[in-house]
Nanobody, 122 residues
Framework: QLQLVESGGGLVQAGGSLRLSCAAS????????MGWLRQAPDKEREFVAR????????YYADFVKGRFTISRDNAKNMLYLDMNSLKPDDTGVYYC???????????????WGQGTQVTVSV
């Protein structure tokens, strides 16, 4: 079992920055591949970034490359997403998620947080 709680969302102007955090509880956080996903109104949930259990491997969706950075601190059971140069299109609910296997699609994740709202104004 892995319980996840996101924080750090909010309202920011275009060009601004936010840092999302995800606090994990449960055994063996360091054994889980983790990811950030988002869902905008009337759109499907989509990958934003993911990170391997050790933190040694990362993947980014093309639309966030060079702007967002995913990281984790296994000693603190924390996952982070640093978001810079935010655009209105980045608006949505951001979720952290985890699984023991590397996901190929959003629905592959077994454990999800409740989400945190990010709103980017023009």
């Amino acid at each position: 079992q892995l319980q996840l709680v996101e924080s750090g969302g909010g309202l920011v102007q275009a060009g601004g920055s936010l840092r999302l955090s995800c606090a994990a509880s449960g055994p063996n956080f360091s054994g889980f591949h983790m990811g950030w996903l988002r869902q905008a109104p009337d759109k499907e949930r989509e990958f934003v970034a993911r990170i391997s259990y050790s933190g040694g491997g990362t993947y980014y969706a093309d639309f966030v490359k060079g702007r967002f950075t995913i990281s984790r601190d296994n000693a603190k059971n924390m996952l982070y997403l640093d978001m810079n140069s935010l655009k209105p299109d980045d608006t949505g609910v951001y979720y952290c998620a985890g699984d023991y296997v590397i996901p190929t699609k959003p629905s592959d994740y077994s454990y999800w947080g409740q989400g945190t709202q990010v709103t980017v104004s023009v």
